[in-house]
């Protein structure tokens, strides 16, 4: 079993930044990709950001040049620095995982952009 446990999020006003923390522990024998999707209400999630192994990471249209993932492989980590923050970012954002080609969601941590 994987575990993610996401730290961060919270309240910012608008062009403000934020940063995403996201730990993914337990039996992590082959992480595939990490990253951040989000969800607005009564939406699907949508992809925000995701770093695959081995490959340049992939972000959404609406993040892109704001918004900076990285991993950590030895600590099974990946953040998400939020920069120039919207209104419109306001979401709940998830951490994503791919660990033995099985998905795997953290609990959602909540951004509140306001103007």
């Known amino acids: 079993q994987v575990q993610l446990v996401e730290s961060g999020g919270g309240l910012a006003q608008d062009g403000e930044s934020l940063t995403l923390s996201c730990a993914a522990s337990?039996?992590?024998?082959?992480?595939?990709?990490m990253g951040w999707y989000r969800q607005y209400p009564g939406k699907e999630r949508e992809l925000v950001a995701l770093?695959?192994?081995?490959?340049?990471?992939n972000y959404g249209d609406s993040v892109k040049g704001r918004f900076t993932i990285s991993r950590d492989n030895a600590k099974s980590t990946v953040t998400l620095q939020m920069n120039s923050l919207k209104p419109e970012d306001t979401a709940v954002y998830y951490c994503?995982?791919?660990?033995?080609?099985?998905?795997?969601w953290g609990r959602g941590t909540l951004v509140t952009v306001s103007s």
């Open positions: 994503y995982a791919n660990v033995n080609y099985s998905r795997y």
């Open positions: 337990g039996r992590l024998f082959r992480v595939n990709s």
């Open positions: 770093a695959p192994s081995g490959a340049s990471p």
